[in-house]
């Protein structure tokens, strides 16, 4: 149980600090990225002022490009440029200008309305680039002037520093579950050191109070032969208060042995003896010694058994869980009612099906069933001798044996609880 709950908080303390990481590394890189195109788009902008004379004044005609793909596209500054018209047609370039490299006509419509904007492009070869363009009137007509660069040493340096973020949060993976797996540790060791003494108590305890419900349940049992209506001792009110006393005792050693069961059970104590087991016949035998019980309530005890099957485990401890579930059927039954339990093998399972036609459980209560000490309707239960650790002790069998058990109800539409074992 505390491995189990240690390693779900390791688990969430890892998750978290991952999580934590990620967006560290996320705004680490963002911001550097950020700054650094910052950095671009200032160079581009300190360009463009040095150069303004030329681009507005400088001799104009035949753009002087050369021959595209003749050459590099960049001047010796690893700059280059255009200016264009309205339309988009160049009216001067760079040498070797790589007009992919330019931006399209919507950046050139935005650099006219706004007076500037900067652009993303990519050129000929695939490398990324980054164009400022802004508005200029060359000899008297309005243009557009682009002046960009390459950008691939920045995608360069961001491209490494992924590498970085990652290999960080890759290294930060064993010691953060290695931490949390011993801060884990340290914070369930108080709730471990009071859920021990809760199990010592109870086992204790347990153990405990078995001899004196003996020693009352003896003398009760003792009075009841000697006072009897035949000796002429005892009156009819004697009587009744001796039979409670039988019943409260035997109901109360009945809390006390299930009390054991989980206290051993929750301490690790309580082995489970393997040994190949026929169920037909197990079933068979709990309820012959059920019926008679229904019977006093005027109920129909039925058995479908329509598959032989066998499964590996302990025969008291599955007798005990089929006794349970018959139990709870019959006493949470209405008088004259129906149950049924069913067995059938499917897929290598061997599925026990225990239903009645009873009151039923409420639909928020189904959650709860299995809790120690939980009762649906408590005056019914008291009523009924039931102690509401049935269910829980059926659990704990089904889950020592590798099963599962499931509850399936509705108010006035009867129960049915269905375990699963492996066969």
Known sequence: MFSAARWRLTLVFTGVLVVVLIACGVVVYLTTRSVMYDRVDHDLEDRARSDLALFQGGPHGEPDRGPPGSGSEF???????????????????????????????TTLVKAMDNGDTFADTKSSKGEPQRIYAFAVTVNGTPGVVQIGRSTEPEEAALSQLRIVLLAVLA??????????????????????????S??????????????????????????????????????????VALDDI????????????????????????????????????LIDEVARSMRSIAETRQMLLETRLTDD?????????????????????????????????????????????????????????????????????????RESGGTGLGLAIARHIVGAHGGTINIESSAGGGTKVTVQLPA
């Open 75 to 105: 001047d010796p500054g690893g700059y280059f440029y255009a200016i264009s018209d309205t339309d988009g047609q160049i009216l001067k370039g760079s040498a070797y200008l790589d007009t992919q490299a330019l931006a399209s006509s």
């Open 171 to 196: 290294v930060s993976i064993v010691p953060a579950v290695g931490g949390g797996y011993l801060l884990s540790g340290r914070a369930l060791r108080p709730i471990k050191t009071a859920m021990d």
């Open 198 to 239: 809760q199990r010592t108590f109870i086992a204790d305890a347990s153990h405990e109070l078995r001899t004196p419900v003996a020693v009352v349940r003896t003398n009760a049992e003792l009075l009841k032969r000697h006072l009897g209506p035949d000796t002429g001792h005892t009156a009819a009110s004697d009587q």
């Open 246 to 281: 039988l019943s409260e005792s035997d109901r109360l050693g009945r809390m006390v042995d299930q009390m054991l069961t989980l206290a051993e059970a929750d301490a690790g104590q309580r082995t489970v003896l393997s040994s190949e087991i026929s169920l037909n016949e």
């Open 309 to 381: 099957v066998s499964v590996n485990g302990d025969p008291g401890r599955l007798r005990e869980l089929v006794s349970v579930l018959l139990d709870n059927a019959v006493k949470y039954a209405d008088a004259g009612g129906r149950v049924e339990v069913a067995l059938r093998k499917e897929h290598r399972k061997a599925i026990i099906e225990v239903s009645n036609n009873g009151p039923g459980i409420p639909r928020d209560a189904l959650p709860h069933v299995f809790d120690r000490f939980y009762r649906v309707d408590e005056a019914r239960s």
